[in-house]
């Protein structure tokens, strides 16, 4: 009779990428967690929406992360978003001063969100757009999307990913809402669904 090692492959069992939450009220969302810009920046802008399940219901335990370059285009390589006190080790959040382009927002009770940033140039031949990672109830891993602003149409009818996705394009522009405030819904499932990205 042969004996089977119990960590070989044919008897481990697989298991999920990510625990089932949601956790993410603990730890993750920060003080500042939403302000990106730096304050009283002139370039500065506010995005904001909801996260929506299929059914067109909000998520209010969903956690929004958002990338973004400068107004240059220039992605920033500056520390600092999650700063300790040195002394007792408690969260100080930002400093007000440096952009470090990335922000985490934690949905409210009616799944809304929102992110003061910078307005980010265009670079790489994309019109300009904030990257959007999202985790939420239900996801065993996290999505990915873009936020398009809608300032430059010759921009964005050259974009090669909007150009790509072709119909669903307007799934990923956010609306103007005037006076530097843009709204960007992102809707799990269903109709009107956001288009998501898999990077390889």
């Not at 500065?44 to 059914?55: K, Q, S």
């Amino acid at each position: 009779m042969t004996k089977t090692d119990p960590s070989s492959r044919a008897t481990v069992r697989p298991t999920p990428s990510h625990t089932v939450g949601p956790f993410y009220g603990y730890a993750l969302p920060f003080l500042g967690g939403a302000d990106i810009a730096p304050l009283g920046h002139p370039d500065t802008i506010t995005v904001h929406g909801y996260v929506l399940d299929g059914a067109g219901a909000p998520l209010p335990d969903a956690l929004v992360e958002l990338w973004g370059a400068d107004p240059d285009g220039n992605v920033s390589t500056t520390d600092g978003s999650i700063r300790r006190d040195p002394a007792t080790g408690d969260p100080l959040g930002r400093n007000g001063v440096e952009f470090t382009g990335w922000g985490r927002i934690q949905t409210d009770a009616d799944g809304h969100w929102y992110a003061r940033t910078l307005r980010p140039g265009a670079r790489g031949g994309s019109a300009p757009y904030l990257s959007v990672c999202l985790f939420a109830r239900g996801l065993l891993v996290h999505l990915f999307t873009r936020v398009y602003l809608p300032d430059d149409e010759a921009a964005l009818a050259a974009d090669p990913l909007l150009a790509r996705v072709g119909a669903r394009r307007d799934t990923l522009i956010a609306a103007d809402e005037g006076r530097g405030t843009y709204r960007f819904d992102i809707r799990l499932q269903g109709e009107g669904e956001t288009v998501f990205l898999e990077f390889q």
